[in-house]
């Protein structure tokens, strides 16, 4: 069979079941198939696929069809200029959480050495893309899960930072090293009662403890902010990324720990996203 043929009947079974990108879906996933290019792939569809190859492709396809995330099929996702590999075992990036890379790079332009910390971080896509922008900055990270500080781990090592950051297994409420210039979070913020209102996509595949805010959402929210108080220097900043209606509530637990509302920055649907906050008192 053609790759064309392949990718064309594949398009067809995924826009079937409703997957509203099938047709990149289809080539992406032949490219990682055939460890190429998408635009390579493209350019020479008129090849034949090998039996082993449409196999793997058709597994590949299997596993969309079941809503599985393209990023977990592919072992990789692209964020800010870089691309992170990942697993199932981590949180996906997405393009809404680089808002909190461009407030660092735009707080920081003037600054050439900050210590900073990031509670959460996942793949290291945060951490790493600041870490990588400025080439003085040093950083600490904390993860509860294992499978993300050995992921972080593998994406320092590929983006050449890992000399300029240090990684830690714990919970924010057990973390005492240091005091920060900033401290950053994207934290779990989803109500118990929405996790069923999560596209199948995340709410089967996405770990559930990178999303997991608890009754109101805020829980985790609270813990870092409480402790972020004690962490971070006297004018440090906290930046938080927030759901589109956990403003208010936010802001308040910050005013009750000293920290000054400096502003809520939109993402680009043009929802609340983040809140970047001053340690006061």
Known sequence: MKIDTAIKEAFLDLKHNNIKTALLDSEILMSKVLNEKRSEVLLNSERLLSKQDYTYFRELISNRLLNKPIAYLTGK????KYEFELNDKVLIPRPDTEVIIDQVLNIYKNKTN??????GVGSGCIILSILKEKKSFVAK????SKDCIKICKKNAIKLKVQDRLKLFKSD???FRFGKYDLIISNPPYVKKQDFKKLDKDVYNYEPKIAL???IDG???IRKIIE???ELIKLNGKLIIEIAHDQKKMVENILRNHGFLIDKV???LGRNDRCIISSKVN
């Open 265 to 267: 920055v939109k993402d």
């Open 227 to 229: 402790k972020s108080s």
């Open 114 to 119: 900050i210590n900073f910390l990031e509670v």
């Open 141 to 144: 990270g904390i993860d509860l």
């Open 218 to 220: 805020l829980s985790k």
């Open 212 to 214: 997991d805010g608890g």
């Open 77 to 80: 996702k692209s964020f800010w």
């Open 172 to 174: 924010i409420d057990n």
